[in-house]
């Protein structure tokens, strides 16, 4: 059964995990960092569902964008203007790609932004029912 991809390939989910641990943040051409923003993905019958943590982002700074097969998520969470005494949060861009299967509708993906979680569903294909083999009488 196909399932989404990322854009790095893995051996194993084993290989997965680690990708995740050791995958070392990208940059700008400014020199700022961009986060892989945490994610799930869940395999239904009918569709993939991907929710991603976008705390804190504003939903008019989301764009989503499919092209060649590949789903692509960018998000900034834009700095404030208060004076913090501390500050543990990050501020700055997110960006996550996939690589969609060919078993994907592509065209009719939906996303819902509520609460700080970025859910995505991208409906499956409908699969043709082939014909059983069978043996024809003679008559």
């Known amino acids: ?21 050791l995958e070392f943040p990208k940059f700008n051409n400014n020199g700022l960092a961009i986060r892989n923003p945490l994610h799930d993905i869940i395999e239904n019958e009918k569709d993939f569902q991907v929710d991603l943590a976008l705390a804190g982002v504003k939903k008019e700074d989301i764009t989503l964008d499919v092209e060649d097969g590949m789903l692509t998520i960018k998000a900034e969470r834009k700095e404030s203007d208060q004076k913090f005494n501390m500050k543990q949060t990050f501020y700055g861009k997110y960006e996550k790609s996939f690589t ?40």
Do not use: C, H, W
Request: aromatic residues 4%; without cysteine.
């Open 1 to 21: 059964m196909l399932a989404l991809r990322r854009t790095y390939p893995s051996i194993n989910l084993l290989d997965s995990i680690f990708d995740d641990l």
């Open 100 to 139: 969609l299967p060919d078993s994907v509708n592509s065209e009719n993906i939906q996303a819902v932004f509520e609460d700080g979680m970025l859910k995505l569903t991208i409906p499956k294909l409908v699969e043709v029912e082939k014909a059983k083999p069978k043996q024809i009488e003679i008559q």
